[in-house]
């Protein structure tokens, strides 16, 4: 069987699951990006046209980042308390490598069964029914090809909430996952009703001025190590608190590092506020990198993360930033004499 022919079979498998089911409950990692968002809500929007009684979850209480409040039917996703039906409802788990990243451990448990889609490599096939196809550039491009398997309309709403996901996961189309199958479903999604412009405005050109300053409190505690490969920043509970943001405010600043000449690692680490006074606090690390020969996946994997190549993450507890730096060096000084790029 061909690699093209399995993945086809694997996405009718899906398509013809998910069109049996008559409830479920969507939702997807905690503090959601765009990727994962819009997955759930273009789900959820083409299960409901097709007849399906779906509701959308998220299980933390705070507000999703700013950037993503543009987002179509985003005030209709519960959040915090499940609904009372929620045992018998199919779990689809979109975007989200592993159970415990729902952030619900009653939810999983409860659940009748478990529909998992998502292209995180390091993916924990923890569903009864599992697609992971790593080498997408991200869900939602996924679930362009499930939506048109189905049958499901793919309204205007849907394809923003899908190009939504692309653009964000694919970092502007600029990560490696980019195929030219992305850019022509952007183009189809763009043809089918999705304002480009003003998704693109709404996520990288309204930042809030608290956001800008947070941005320039980054930048103030930059280190480069690594003679310069390894771009590292520091932010603290007093940063957020004098700049008045919370750690929702760090969607994208890392990206920023990256883009600093020389730089092959970007590294942001960062003190949940709320946690300041916690016995053992944690630290938020999200990595990014520019350079085929360094996988980040691999890095944060090593603290209890995971993600992709070239965009990765961690929470981690009872160590300092020092600590973390010190990890990070390591880790980022034997990539580069590996690859040979000293």
């Not at 039917?73 to 990243?101: H, M, N, Q, W």
């Amino acid at each position: 069987m061909s690699a093209v022919n399995s993945v086809d079979q694997a996405l009718k498998a899906v398509s013809d699951a998910l069109k049996a089911e008559t409830r479920v409950l969507i939702t997807c990692h905690v503090n959601p990006d765009g990727d994962a968002l819009g997955s759930v809500i273009a789900l959820h929007r083409a299960l409901t046209g097709l007849g399906a009684d779906s509701v959308m979850y998220l299980a933390q209480t705070e507000p999703v980042a700013p950037e993503w409040r543009f987002l179509r039917s985003l005030r209709e996703i519960i959040k915090g308390g499940l609904p009372d039906d929620y045992p018998f409802r199919t779990l689809v788990a979109v975007d989200c490598g592993s159970a415990e990243r729902i952030g619900n451990d009653e939810l999983v448990k409860a659940a009748p069964r478990i529909i998992n889609i998502d292209h995180h490599a390091d993916n924990t096939r923890f569903g009864e029914v599992n697609l992971v196809i790593s080498q997408a550039s991200s869900t939602a491009e996924i679930l362009f090809f499930i939506l048109q398997k189905m049958g499901a309309e793919i309204t205007a709403e849907i394809a923003e909430a899908l190009y939504t996901g692309i653009l964000v996961d694919s970092g502007r189309f600029q990560y490696a996952s980019a195929s030219p199958s992305t850019f022509r479903i952007a183009a189809d999604l763009i043809g089918r009703g999705a304002r480009h412009t003003e998704v693109f405005r709404h996520i990288y050109e309204t930042v809030p001025l608290a956001k800008t300053r947070l941005f320039c409190r980054m930048f103030d505690h930059l280190k480069l190590e690594c003679g310069g490969r390894l771009a590292v920043s520091v932010l603290e509970a007093e940063d957020f608190r004098q700049t008045g943001t919370s750690d929702n405010s760090t969607e994208g600043l890392v990206d920023s590092l990256r883009a600093i000449e020389g730089v092959m690692v970007a590294a942001l680490v960062y003190s949940k506020p709320e946690q300041e006074e916690a016995e053992t606090p944690s630290c938020r690390l999200s990595l990014r990198s520019s350079s085929d020969a360094i996988n980040v996946q691999k890095i944060a994997k090593a603290k209890g993360g995971g993600g992709h190549p070239q965009a990765a993450g961690a929470s981690i507890s009872g160590e300092s930033a020092a600590q973390i730096i010190e990890f990070l060096t390591s880790r980022v000084d034997k990539a580069i004499a590996r690859a040979g790029l000293k």
